[in-house]
């Protein structure tokens, strides 16, 4: 079967680093991307990586390795706005995009 | 630039009742088109999608159904809503399904069923 995990629930510091997980395991891979989603709102994108590496983007980055089916999402300098839920996906050998259930990220003062 | 819309934002049904929510895309053509739902703490759950008009694919049984009248329109409908139906629903759409073309969301539709 097709498998996304990601943590549950992660807390962290305002102004410090996380990282969130995401593990795959699906038929075929043509992408990974990642989603914030605030409570209450719709998921928005923020990231995309179908080659291994890392992809930086402000604050926001994107590490892939295809070969161990990881992915994690790098977040620098916390900001209380960045609480939220992050939504790991992989887009399938038929780019139908299989969905984690998400990490939920708490920032304390 | 392409936008989405999704409405009503909220509603509150009793059981039994019928359910329809509606969705349009706007400054694109034959976009691929999909509901899900997300139940309280959970991920994402893929209902339906579609192509093309009229080409709806179902990926969960249910008392759900889904209809695209117009190639930008994508409708949900239920003839009798179950207590298991209350959850935010998202509408979203694709350019294509192809590699990194990303998937945009409508603004969620919160659905009580009491």
């Known amino acids: 079967g097709q498998n996304i995990d990601q943590p549950t629930e992660m807390t962290a510091t305002e102004g410090a680093i996380v990282q969130i997980n995401c593990t795959y395991q699906?038929?075929?891979?043509?992408?990974l991307f990642w989603y914030q989603q605030h409570a209450g709102e719709a998921p928005t994108f923020l990231s995309y990586?179908?080659l291994d590496g890392l992809e930086e983007k402000g604050r926001f980055s994107s590490f892939l390795s295809r070969s161990k089916g990881y992915s994690y999402l790098l977040l620098k300098e916390l900001q209380m706005k960045d609480s939220a839920s992050y939504l790991c996906?992989?887009?399938?050998?038929?780019?139908?995009?299989?969905w984690g259930a998400g990490t939920k990220l708490i920032i304390k003062p | 630039s392409q936008t989405i819309h999704q409405w009503p934002a909220t509603l509150v049904q009793p059981v039994g009742s019928p359910l329809s929510l509606e969705c349009t895309v706007e400054?694109?053509?034959?976009?691929?088109l999909y509901w899900y739902r997300q139940a309280a703490g959970r991920g994402l759950q893929l209902l339906f999608y579609?192509?093309?008009?009229?080409?709806i694919s179902s990926e969960v049984p249910q008392n759900l159904s889904a209809s695209r009248p117009q190639d930008r329109q994508f409708i949900l409908s239920s003839k009798k809503l179950l207590l298991s139906d209350s959850g935010f629903y998202l509408c979203?759409?694709?350019?294509?399904?192809?590699?990194?073309?990303?998937?945009?969301f409508g603004e969620g539709s919160w659905l009580t069923v009491v």
């Open positions: 990586n179908v």
């Open positions: 699906t038929s075929g891979f043509n992408g």
């Open positions: 979203a759409w694709r350019v294509q399904a192809d590699s990194g073309n990303t998937i945009y």
């Open positions: 996906a992989v887009s399938d050998s038929n780019y139908q995009l299989i």
């Open positions: 400054g694109t053509s034959n976009p691929n």
């Open positions: 579609s192509v093309g008009i009229g080409q």
